[in-house]
């Protein structure tokens, strides 16, 4: 079975650091499409980061230029370095994962972990 487990969250300061790791099991990172998405108490999930097949990241534009999105292939491990937190980067955040179906074709399978909580004060 699939499982995502992130680790990494918690308090910071606004400016701070923080490093999210996502560890998976029964699904390869390396050949399939992986992100990062949080969501704020109220509010819908959002696409945070993700990195391709290829290892073509994408960002929010509300976090370019603060967050790195980056895998580990050897250890099966993707991560989120967090820099410049602001207050707004509160939210519970997620790792995802995304792979064909190799019973349907065209049809996709979603895996999420259960989300680390990760809090900016002021």
């Known amino acids: 079975q699939v499982q995502l487990v992130e680790s990494g969250g918690g308090l910071v300061q606004a400016g701070g650091s923080l490093r999210l790791s996502c560890a998976a099991s029964?699904?390869?990172?390396?050949?399939?499409?992986v992100g990062w998405y949080r969501q704020a108490p109220g509010k819908q999930r959002e696409l945070v980061a993700a990195?391709?097949?290829?290892?073509?990241?994408n960002y929010a534009d509300s976090v370019k230029g603060r967050f790195t999105i980056s895998r580990d292939n050897a250890k099966n491990t993707l991560y989120l370095q967090m820099n410049s937190l602001k207050p707004e980067d509160t939210a519970v955040y997620y790792c995802n994962a995304r792979r064909p179906n190799s019973a349907y074709v065209g049809q996709f399978n979603e895996y999420w972990g259960q989300g680390t909580q990760v809090t900016v004060s002021s």
């Open positions: 990195i391709s097949l290829g290892g073509v990241t």
């Open positions: 029964g699904i390869m990172f390396s050949i399939n499409a």
